[in-house]
Nanobody, 124 residues
Framework: QVQLVESGGGSVRAGGSLRLSCAAS????????LGWFRQAPGMERELVAA????????HYGDSVKGRFDISRDNAQNMVYLQMNNLKPEDTADYYC?????????????????WGQGTQVTVVS
């Protein structure tokens, strides 16, 4: 069982940066792949970034490549999402998710555990 708690959301101007954090409970955190997903009103949940348990594998959604970076700290049971050059279209609720698998999945359906989400608003 893993519990996930996101933090770091807020309102920022276009071109600015935010860093989202996700704190995970559980002693086997290092054996989980982790993902960040987002959902805007009326839209489906979409992949932002995912990272495998060794951090050697990372995936990014096309719209955030080159702007966002996912990382993890297994010693602290944390996963981070650094978001740079934010755009108004990045406005959404952002969710941290975990699944006990070696390779990071890009599909939300594969993830077993989800946080409550944190809101990100980018104003122009």
């Amino acid at each position: 069982q893993v519990q996930l708690v996101e933090s770091g959301g807020g309102s920022v101007r276009a071109g600015g940066s935010l860093r989202l954090s996700c704190a995970a409970s559980g002693r086997t955190f290092s054996t989980y792949s982790l993902g960040w997903f987002r959902q805007a009103p009326g839209m489906e949940r979409e992949l932002v970034a995912a990272i495998g348990w060794s951090a050697s594998t990372k995936h990014y959604g096309d719209s955030v490549k080159g702007r966002f970076d996912i990382s993890r700290d297994n010693a602290q049971n944390m996963v981070y999402l650094q978001m740079n050059n934010l755009k108004p279209e990045d406005t959404a609720d952002y969710y941290c998710a975990a699944v006990r698998t070696v390779c990071a999945s890009t599909s939300a359906r594969d993830y077993e555990y989800w946080g409550q989400g944190t809101q990100v608003t980018v104003v122009s």
